[in-house]
Every structure is written in structure tokens, then in C-alpha cells.
């Protein structure tokens, strides 16, 4: 066997050796983490794992060099670990960062040895990320990228020439004396806000990445690149006793630090390879593995994520400061502040983008709380932000000696608050320095607090914060919602409230219950009159009704209209809570408004100023309708009869008068117009069935027109069959005109096909629907055949996060015609079905659904009346039915047999 075959089977081996050794140690270190050992603990044995198989196997590639090679390379190149290798703070799957240096008179022997070395790297199962430069090459390109710049802060010498690499790392510090350090500090700050763009750009993200979100384990690192490039190290505790931050924030600043890295290990294993993104999945998994207890009114998931913002708040707020306080620094930045800056009240100056106090007016004005809300008044009136190092001196101030409420203190926050424009940062701001929650002690209660569901994108005191933000752009709206914003004359009261709305939420109790007693407290704490005190608490307690009517109920009912009108009672009261909902759904989470949810809104916010006032504020349902109805007319007349004289006695016109203002508001004009043509040209047997395919959504729509005389029970039946093709309901619409003809519309995914789904399924479902709705074929016959165990595919994977039982509503009081049934249960398939078919059988019809489907949550909406179309009254048969649909939506559970 040659020698050359020997050293590739050495090699070889070799390899397979450290990818052993690689893997047995990260189990090893799986089972002291499970143990109890600290991130930093694993973060730091993993890095040193890989720092010595590196080496090694860098070692063992030069052994086969001849000795002049070796010694060639030994003294013209340098191994480095930089970034989180230098740093030793590596996660279990995290890329390994090399620098391998070379002097340029080795360039064409060292590139072809580090090719070698990088492969068996690879092969031994380390992920690199790496380059292979000069000392000038490594300078160069530090200057142009910020991340490579920033891990060569972090460099430790591995293996090799030792004056390579102290040259390398002198030159690069070296570049960042005098002023060019701020140059430094300002491309890392600029790289990290690209960052936060791409990875979350808010503290408070509910699926935070670890490492990269604002707040994360990247903000840290900032923090020590600020500390190398102003006062000459990254180490927390040689900045504090440099006295750049306090003891306590050292303290704090290292604490979080400790929970993030444990957090971001604990996915790394779990995923087995690289995870930072802390999922849903992963946060009830890390609660339950941590043993956190639940609270009266927090989940163990809830209480953890709500430690880990409180950390990541510590993060994200001392890289803020310290990148503030880097730039006020600069001479370009001073400069401008002279040129750019006015006197103001003697003691304030305001630049173009700040205000300041003069540093001998400081203490004085700062001594009081009003004096502090006096500096915040001030902001918020000229809109511009608190200077970063004069909102640090408050917070200081705040902490060391808290001042009490006064009178005076409460009128300067109500006027605060009595100024929209760019009062969310304001608020931000106070909320950060420790002013709000002094002022609002309710408030505190929220502090990164988080609701575990699939609905909000936010903390509970995020989301409140952008709906401030959210409400003040409604300001400039061209629309009814800028109409009525703008007509609210007390501003204060309103913002006051939605600053309340969700302080309830965390407790065992529901929150708005709780907020109709913290808003009553606040009342009483700012003194408030009769009026504005019921206003408030009316606001606050009452934040959900107007969404929940308007998207959950038949607003063109005049009885729903008139209860709900009784219920505000003044206009001002109306136009508040109307702002108030659009904010709150607004700042819910990105995409959740929409225009649909605003038209809604604003329709049943102008019929009830109607009913309030007399006067239509803005566009009436009536001549909304009477606008669909003209423009419907248009589209259709080509198919109607042309010479007909009179156009209100029209074939369409007599159509469209027998369609609901539901059905009308809800439905767009081009589908309108296509029902009436159906309607105009069917026969009195005829049962239409249309399917369209949604690209966006791989989703279908199946629209059906017959007539209630032909399928009884058509709601029941339609979704039986759609059941038995295994389709996947997601929503569901259905109406009756005044001439008894039904136009029912049923959204579903068709498990059965992967994108778009082929012609022949589509007229094969319609020619189901068409069967079972004319009696040629049952339901019963269709679940019978054996295609009804093909196994279905879901959209995507689902999490339940349900907290409440399923929930079955009876409401008498929303109208007059009608029984409403809200039904809240967990979806699984066929329950639409199984839920109208109690119905069915119970001999109810069904007059008007509202069928959501939100990730594993059902809301059906089911507006009943008996068979002779009056409303239910017979307890018995509303209690029966109860049961009977709560024994469907949540069955008990089996007992375990025997053995």
C-alpha cells in the first residue's frame, strides 16, 4: 500500500473521529444542560470543543507537509477564532468563525493547505463560516462590512504566528482611534436597525428570534462592540467599574444575557441544528421543561415569555442608550444641535429633532414630577423626542426618589395626552423612564405581559402602545374614521381609555371586567366628573361590543341597531368607541385590519349616529345600498331586457330589492350581478352550482343558487357533502332573498389536491352538491362509501391554544325575528355539518351564518327561527338543543378500558 493511500485512510479516520467526538460531546452536554448546567457554562465547553477539533485537525493536514512547509506556515499564517468562536459563547449547532491569515509570500501554498483543512472540516460535521485573507485583505474589508468588522473585535489566536496576529488585531484597533471609532460605532448601530428590520423590529415580538430580534442576543453583542470602540473593552464588568453603566445594570445586563443564551442553546438541542427562532411550540415546551407554575391568571407559557421580554427589555434599552449616547458625541451631531438649536421657555433648547434642558437647568427642572411632565408636555407639543441622555437622568431621578401624584401632575398628563400628533412616542418614551406607570400604577401590571393565542402579534403593553400610534393616524384619514376622530373634541378621555382597555388582561377574571374597575380607580385617583367618569369606564368595559356586533352579527337588524344606540348613548360616546375598536384591531397584529372590517365598522357606526342623532355623519347604509344596487344594474343590464320603459320595474331591479342589505354590503358588485343573472335565468327546479379556485389562498369557493323549496334543510345538506369529499371548511355565508331563493357560499381547502386543484374535482364536488341537494343522493349514503377514509392534509400545522371550553350562546336579546347561536368550539372536520345537522333534525332553520375558521379556532354565528320562519321561545327546545350541539363540539372523554 503506498504512503499516499495511508495518509488519505489516516485522514479519513481522523475525520470520522472528530464528527464522532463533535456529536458525543454535544450529547454530553445535552445531559449537563438538562442537569442544570448554565448557558454560559455550555456555550463555553462547546466552544472550546470546537476550538480543539479545529485545531487538531488544522495540526494534522500540516503533519503531512514536508518540514520546510511547515515552517514556512508556521511563521506566515495564523488561525483565529473570531466572532461568537472568539467570544466563546457558542450555541450546540452554531457556525464555527475562522480567520485563517497568511502573510502574502505564502498566498498560493497557504490557500491550497486551507482548502484542504476547510473540506475535512466539513466532513467532520463543523460548519464554517470562514475566510482566508491577508492582514491588508482583512483590514480592507472590515472597512465595507460591518459584521466582518465586528467578529474581529472578538479575535483569539488559535494556532500559528502570534506576531500575525497581534499585527492584524493592532492595526484594526488602531482604525478605530479618534473620531473614526464613532464612524465605527455608527455602522454597527446602522447594521443592527437593517437587522431588527428583517428579524423584528419590536421588543415584544411574540415569536422572537433569539439572537437577532430587538432586544436579542445580537443587541448584547452591540453593547460590548460599543464598549471596544469608546472605552477600550466589551467586558460588562470592566464597563461598570469604567462606570459606563451602573452595578445594577451590569447586574441585570448579565442576567438577561444568561436567560437568552440558555433560551437559544435549549433550541439548538432540540431542533438538533441551528434554531433561533423561539416558536410558539418551543415556548410552551421550555415553560413545561422549566417547571413555571401556573398563576390564578397566567399560563406557565405566559409567565415565561413574560420573564423573557422583561430580560430582553434590559438588553434592548442599554443598547439603545449607549448608541444614543455615541452619536450626541459626535462632531458632525454637536455641530448641528448649535446650528439647528432655539431657546425655548428660558430653559429648554429644541433642536430639529429633540428637546433638551440646558445642563444648569437640569436639577431644578427635573426636581418635581410636573416639572418632568412639563419636559414630556413640551415634546409631545412640538413633536420631537426627549434627549437620550436627559431621558436616562429622569429615569435615575424617578428611581432613586419616585414623587407623588399631584393634581398638577395629572392636569400636565391629561393635556399630554390631549395632543395627538406624535404622542405614541411620547408615551413610549415616559413608559421607558418609569413616568407612565407612576402616573398610571395600572399600567405595571402589563409590563411585557403576554396572551398566548394565535390572535395577538404583541405583548399586552406593546399593543396597547400602538394603538395610540394607531388611532393618531386617523387623524390624516380621508374617510369616516378620520371624520370622527377629528370630531372628538376630548381627546384625552379617549386615549386615557385605550391605555386602559387591556390593563385587565392577566388576571383570573375576564379583563374587561377587571378594566371596568381599574378605569372606575382611575376616575377616582384623577378626579374626574360624573359624566367623564361613566364615559371612561363605559370605553374601557366596553371596548369589544362594537367589533363583536359588527362582525358577528346582523347589523342591518334595526333591533340590534336601536340596543346598541341605547347602550351609548351620546354621539361623543359613539365616535369614541368606534376610534377606540379600528385602533385596537389595528394594532392587534400586521394584516388583521382591513378594508372589509373597516367598511362593517364604519356602516354600523353611521346607521347608529343616525339613530343617536337624526343625521347621517358620514355615507348612510341606505345610499351605500342604493350605490351597489346602481352599479349592479349597470353590470347587469346587458343580460336583462333592455326595452323594458319603467327601469325600477325591471327584471333586476325587482331582483335586487329582495336581496338583504347583508348580502349586498357583503358581497362585492361583479358577484352580485352574476346571482341576479342566475336568479333571472334559472328555472323554478333549477339547483346552480359554482366552483372558483383562489390561487392566493389554495383555497375554493363553492357558490349555490336553488330555490328553499326545492332542498329543505339546504344549509345541513351542502355542508354534509362537502364533508364527505373531505373538504376543509373554512368559512361560510348563506342568505335567503324575500322571494325564497337561497345563495349560499362556502369557502373550503380540498385536502385531496396540492396547489391548484384540477377541473375534474370541482365538477365532481358540484355534481355532489347538486345530487344531495335534489334528493337523488343522501349524505348518509356519501359518508358510507369507503372514500371517506382517504386521509386529509391540513393547511398547516396547527397549535391548540385555546384556554377556554368549548361554548355554546343562546341569545334572545340581538333580535327580534330571530334566535342567535354563538358557537366557540376547537375545529375538527365535519363539525359544521355535525353542528347543522342538530339543527336539521330539531326542526330549525337556519335564516342567516356567519361560519370563521381562525387556525384551530371555530366561531359559527347561526341566526334560527322554527320551521314557520317566527322566533324560537320554547325553553325546552332551546335547552335540548344546547346539549345536544355542547355534547358535539366537546364529548366526553372515553373511559380507559381494562387492561
Known sequence: MSSTVRTNDLLRQKVIDCRRRLESGRQQLLARFRGGATGMQIAGSISELVNQLVVELFVDELAFLSPEEQQEIERNSALLAIGGTGRGDLAPYSDADLLFVYSSKIERSFQRFSSIVVRHYWDAGLKLGHSVRTVG???????????????????????????????????????????????????????????????GATVQELEPDVKRSQGGLRDYHLIRWIGFAEHGTGEIDLLRLQGVISKEESRKLLAAYEFLLGVRIDLHFQAGKPQDTLSRE????????????????????????????????VIADLAQRLSSQSRIQTWSYRLKQFLTTNRIDRIYRLGTDEIDIAPRFRTGALSTLPGILQLFSAAAAYRVNVAADL????????????????????????????????????????????????????????RCLLQFNQYHSYTVDEHTLRTIEAIEEFNNHPGTLGHAYRAIRQKSLLHLALLLHDAGKGYEEDHSDVGKRLADDVATLYNLNEHDRELLVFLVYKHLNMAHLAFRRDVSDPDVLHRFAHDVGSAEALRMLFTLTAADISAVGPGVWNEWKGELLSSFFENTMLALTGKVEHHAEIERVATIREKVMELATPFAVLNEPNEEASPISRILKTLPPHYLLATAAERIAVDTRVILTRQPNDIFVEAMFDGETNSVEYR??????????????????????????????????????????????????????PRFRLDEVCEAIKKVLAGELSVEQMLAAPTRFVP????????VTNR????????????????VLDIFADDRPGLLYALSRILFQSQISVVLAKISTHLDQVVDVFYITDRAGKKIVDPDLLKRVRRELLLEVDPPLEPASAG
Not at 399560563?299 to 422583561?310: C, D, H, I, S
Not at 404622542?423 to 402589563?446: A, D, K, N, S, W
Not at 362537502?722 to 342568505?735: D, P, V
Open 704 to 757: 349555490i343558487l336553488t330555490s328553499e323549496q326545492i332542498a329543505p334543510g339546504c344549509f345541513h345538506k351542502i355542508a354534509g357533502a362537502l364533508t364527505a369529499k373531505r373538504m376543509e371548511i373554512l368559512s361560510a355565508q348563506i342568505c335567503t332573498t324575500g322571494d325564497g331563493i337561497i345563495i349560499d357560499s362556502f369557502r373550503v381547502l380540498d385536502g385531496d389536491h396540492e396547489g391548484a386543484v
Open 137 to 199: 485583505d482583512s483590514l480592507s474589508f472590515a472597512k465595507q462590512e460591518p459584521q466582518f468588522a465586528t467578529s474581529l473585535l472578538e479575535s483569539r489566536l488559535l494556532w500559528g504566528s502570534e506576531s500575525l496576529a497581534q499585527d492584524l488585531q493592532a492595526r484594526f484597533m488602531q482604525r478605530l482611534s479618534g473620531g473614526r471609532r464613532r464612524d465605527f460605532v455608527a455602522m454597527c448601530v446602522e447594521a443592527r436597525q437593517k437587522e431588527r428590520v428583517t428579524h
Open 804 to 819: 377556554l371550553p368549548s361554548r355554546v350562546v343562546i341569545d334572545q336579546e340581538s333580535s327580534d325575528r330571530c334566535t
Open 391 to 446: 431621558c436616562e437622568q429622569v429615569k435615575q431621578r424617578l428611581k432613586d426618589n419616585p414623587p407623588a401624584v399631584d393634581a398638577r401632575s395629572i392636569e400636565l398628563f391629561l393635556d399630554i395626552l390631549n395632543r395627538p400628533g406624535r404622542l405614541g412616542q411620547t408615551l413610549r418614551t415616559m413608559y421607558r423612564v418609569g413616568v407612565l406607570e407612576l402616573l398610571l400604577p395600572q399600567f405595571r401590571h402589563i
Open 792 to 799: 386529509r392534509k391540513r393547511s398547516s400545522p396547527v397549535i
Open 282 to 313: 418551543d415556548q410552551v415546551r421550555i415553560a413545561d421543561t422549566r417547571q413555571i407554575e401556573k398563576t390564578s391568571g397566567q399560563l406557565p407559557v405566559e409567565r415565561f415569555m413574560q420573564e423573557y421580554f422583561q430580560h430582553s427589555t
